[in-house]
């Protein structure tokens, strides 16, 4: 016999009809001597109501009890239905309840409202993942991929997998390394990304490809980052910038739609990188509100007042955003100015518009009348709101206000969904030894001459797809000649010998006949977050680690035997 002829939720429409269900406990009342279960299966709840010559079997029974019920569907009683139920205007009348299996006491209320720390969480996420928005956010994860894969599929795309024992390449991050046996003091890496075996797969003819990756970065753990993640992962053979972006764009709308019910607005909204950064102080804006960074140097070209004027002359600048009408007590001038100087800026100016078009603010008596009317202007200011200003370096002055923009203006849930593509990256920045690349060294320059003669004016032809300020994913043309491929290397400061010894295979490889092509990969687990409205990736994760890189349940990652070190060649350095 099966354990159940039907599910919590079909309750609602079963009137008058024997059923049996299976379930949890997800809560009990007691009247009187008759007990009220909600039972939990993964459709819903629905109430059990058990009459007094239950009570031996009810006695035993606590929360989150596994149990078997049979009985009859009826209308609730008049005045305790329960419009925010599905199934609550029913209730099933039991004449038999069985216990299938017992549970201990539990370490935390399964209450969604119940506000625990997040080891606990972790250590019990199996309880934690009964929680009905825990549930929730695990059936709308397999929904947004299932709604990728058809998407894919009727494009074209194969679903390949790609090995997760790879050899170490560079794409950023550092690696998580796996010890040979068979090869002792050799490693293997887990893949950043399947980036050189989906270029691979162009070379072999495959035209599209995808795949619900797992990718591995030894990072530390951030809100919106895990060691291990999922990414969807894609790539398409004589494809330029706009194929790319198509497909991505019907992918990611296809995934909105099934867990929000519309699809956003097709094509997303396009920024330039330096577009992107001079607004907003960002490569990943949150377009959801305005408070766009204002270019404020032509206001100040002339001024009295020392500290823009000798920024100005350095070929500095001064920008400004308009906070908005809010309360500005000297206490949150201080705040803010401290976390302006904590990003790098050397002080934060405010300001605060008052009738009549004069200002408040330590520095007005430094700034003439024309200026302070021209920056209301500019700014587009009126009575009551706060102006904040930063002089100093572009990429200082403008990250600064960028990020005073987000701490003052960003919506705290993702009610509403602003997409958009940042192109135009630049190919290289400065680091501390030397050029290194912003995407990944496969990607494509613009313009190879501008590139082997001012490499860091170099534009990529590299593309970010944000939505509401997190990065969801990253995508590039390709480098597909081999010699471009060297000569980015000899850029990085990879050497001939260093880049035979690397990268030798996959650069023989593009000797092959490697047609056009370009791709991208956005995180799985950051979309869902967006569209499921959490603040975390963790919570649509259903195993995740914590900040730590810890498993708080099984309590990875542990010391392993002695006899497994020796079997694998290895051992651990004393720690002095
Ligand atoms: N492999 C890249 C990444 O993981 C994405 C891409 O360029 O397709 O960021």
């Given at each position: 016999m099966?354990?159940?002829?039907?599910h919590?939720?079909?309750?609602a429409?079963?009137?008058?009809?024997e059923?049996?269900?299976a379930?949890?406990?997800?809560?009990?009342?007691d009247?009187?001597?008759?007990?009220f279960?909600d039972l939990?299966?993964?459709s819903?709840?629905?109430?059990?109501?058990?009459?007094?010559?239950?009570?031996p079997?009810?006695?035993e029974?606590r929360?989150e009890f596994?149990i078997?019920?049979?009985g009859e569907?009826?209308?609730r009683p008049?005045g305790t239905v329960?419009?925010?139920?599905?199934?609550g205007?029913v209730?099933?009348a039991?004449?038999t309840i069985e216990?299938l299996?017992p549970?201990?006491?539990?370490?935390f209320m399964?209450?969604d409202?119940?506000?625990?720390?997040?080891r606990?969480?972790l250590e019990?996420r199996y309880?934690?993942?009964r929680?009905?928005r825990?549930a929730?956010?695990?059936r709308?994860r397999?929904?947004?991929?299932?709604?990728i894969?058809?998407?894919?599929d009727r494009?074209?795309?194969?679903?390949?997998?790609?090995?997760?024992?790879?050899r170490?390449?560079p794409?950023?991050?550092r690696?998580?390394?796996v010890p040979?046996r068979?090869?002792?003091g050799a490693f293997?890496?887990?893949?950043?990304s399947?980036?050189?075996?989906?270029?691979l797969l162009?070379?072999?003819?495959?035209?599209?490809?995808?795949?619900i990756a797992?990718?591995?970065?030894?990072?530390?753990?951030r809100a919106?980052?895990?060691?291990?993640f999922?990414q969807?992962?894609l790539?398409?053979?004589?494809?330029?910038?706009?194929?790319?972006?198509a497909?991505?764009?019907l992918?990611?709308?296809?995934a909105?739609?099934?867990l929000?019910?519309?699809?956003?607005p097709?094509?997303?909204r396009r920024?330039t990188w330096?577009?992107?950064?001079?607004r907003?102080?960002v490569?990943?804006?949150?377009l959801r509100?305005?408070?766009?960074i204002?270019?404020?140097?032509?206001?100040?070209?002339?001024?009295?007042?020392?500290?823009?004027?000798?920024?100005?002359?350095?070929?500095?600048v001064v920008?400004g955003?308009n906070?908005?009408?809010?309360?500005?007590?000297?206490s949150?001038?201080d705040r803010l100015?401290?976390?302006?100087?904590?990003?790098g800026?050397t002080g934060?100016?405010?300001l605060?518009?008052e009738?009549?078009g004069?200002?408040?603010?330590p520095v007005?008596k430094f700034?003439?009348e024309?200026?302070?009317?021209?920056?209301?202007?500019?700014l587009?200011?009126?009575?009551?709101?706060?102006?904040?200003l930063?002089?100093?370096e572009?990429?200082t002055?403008v990250?600064?206000l960028g990020?005073?923009?987000l701490?003052?203006g960003r919506?705290?849930?993702?009610e509403?969904?602003e997409?958009?593509?940042?192109t135009d990256?630049?190919m290289?920045?400065?680091g501390?030894?030397?050029l290194?690349f912003?995407?990944?060294p496969?990607t494509s320059?613009?313009?190879?001459?501008?590139?082997?003669e001012?490499p860091?004016?170099?534009?990529?032809r590299?593309?970010?797809?944000v939505?509401?300020g997190v990065e969801?994913?990253?995508?590039?043309i390709?480098?597909?000649d081999?010699n471009?491929?060297?000569r980015?290397f000899?850029?990085?400061?990879?050497?001939?010998p260093?880049?035979?010894?690397?990268?030798?295979?996959?650069?023989?490889?593009?000797r092959?006949?490697t047609?056009?092509?370009g791709g991208?990969a956005f995180g799985i687990?950051r979309?869902v977050?967006?569209?499921?409205?959490?603040a975390?990736?963790r919570?649509v994760?259903?195993?995740?680690k914590?900040q730590?890189?810890?498993?708080?349940m099984a309590?990875s990652?542990?010391?392993?035997?002695e006899?497994?070190?020796?079997?694998l060649g290895l051992?651990?350095?004393d720690?002095?």
């Amino acid at each position: 016999m099966s354990f159940r002829t039907h599910h919590a939720l079909d309750c609602a429409d079963l009137g008058g009809r024997e059923v049996v269900l299976a379930g949890w406990i997800a809560r009990r009342r007691d009247h009187g001597g008759v007990t009220f279960i909600d039972l939990r299966d993964a459709s819903g709840l629905v109430q059990i109501v058990a009459d007094p010559e239950l009570l031996p079997v009810v006695e035993e029974l606590r929360m989150e009890f596994c149990i078997q019920v049979a009985g009859e569907v009826r209308p609730r009683p008049e005045g305790t239905v329960n419009p925010d139920l599905a199934t609550g205007a029913v209730e099933v009348a039991a004449h038999t309840i069985e216990v299938l299996s017992p549970a201990d006491t539990l370490p935390f209320m399964l209450d969604d409202r119940t506000d625990l720390d997040e080891r606990t969480r972790l250590e019990f996420r199996y309880l934690d993942l009964r929680r009905p928005r825990m549930a929730a956010n695990l059936r709308a994860r397999s929904d947004a991929v299932a709604a990728i894969r058809r998407t894919l599929d009727r494009l074209g795309f194969l679903e390949i997998e790609t090995p997760t024992l790879v050899r170490s390449t560079p794409e950023g991050a550092r690696d998580m390394l796996v010890p040979s046996r068979l090869r002792q003091g050799a490693f293997y890496a887990l893949p950043q990304s399947p980036q050189l075996f989906k270029q691979l797969l162009m070379v072999a003819g495959v035209e599209r490809y995808f795949q619900i990756a797992r990718c591995y970065r030894d990072e530390d753990t951030r809100a919106d980052r895990q060691l291990e993640f999922t990414q969807l992962d894609l790539e398409g053979a004589f494809w330029s910038e706009a194929d790319v972006q198509a497909a991505v764009e019907l992918t990611v709308a296809a995934a909105v739609e099934s867990l929000r019910g519309h699809k956003p607005p097709l094509p997303f909204r396009r920024l330039t990188w330096h577009e992107s950064m001079d607004r907003y102080g960002v490569d990943k804006p949150d377009l959801r509100f305005g408070m766009e960074i204002v270019d404020l140097g032509k206001v100040f070209s002339s001024t009295d007042f020392r500290s823009f004027a000798s920024v100005l002359e350095d070929g500095g600048v001064v920008r400004g955003i308009n906070a908005g009408t809010r309360e500005f007590p000297r206490s949150s001038a201080d705040r803010l100015t401290e976390l302006a100087k904590s990003w790098g800026a050397t002080g934060l100016v405010w300001l605060v518009v008052e009738e009549g078009g004069t200002v408040r603010s330590p520095v007005a008596k430094f700034l003439s009348e024309a200026e302070i009317s021209l920056m209301i202007r500019d700014l587009g200011a009126t009575a009551g709101d706060v102006l904040l200003l930063v002089a100093g370096e572009w990429s200082t002055a403008v990250s600064v206000l960028g990020q005073l923009r987000l701490q003052l203006g960003r919506p705290e849930t993702h009610e509403d969904l602003e997409f958009l593509w940042v192109t135009d990256f630049p190919m290289f920045e400065q680091g501390e030894e030397g050029l290194t690349f912003l995407h990944h060294p496969f990607t494509s320059p613009q313009d190879l001459k501008v590139m082997e003669e001012r490499p860091l004016e170099a534009l990529a032809r590299a593309y970010d797809v944000v939505v509401n300020g997190v990065e969801l994913g990253s995508g590039s043309i390709r480098i597909h000649d081999p010699n471009v491929q060297r000569r980015v290397f000899d850029i990085l400061g990879i050497s001939p010998p260093e880049q035979e010894s690397r990268f030798g295979w996959f650069l023989r490889a593009l000797r092959y006949g490697t047609p056009p092509h370009g791709g991208f990969a956005f995180g799985i687990d950051r979309l869902v977050m967006v569209l499921q409205n959490e603040a975390n990736i963790r919570e649509v994760i259903p195993f995740p680690k914590t900040q730590s890189g810890q498993d708080p349940m099984a309590g990875s990652p542990t010391m392993v035997e002695e006899s497994q070190l020796l079997e694998l060649g290895l051992e651990i350095a004393d720690d002095d």
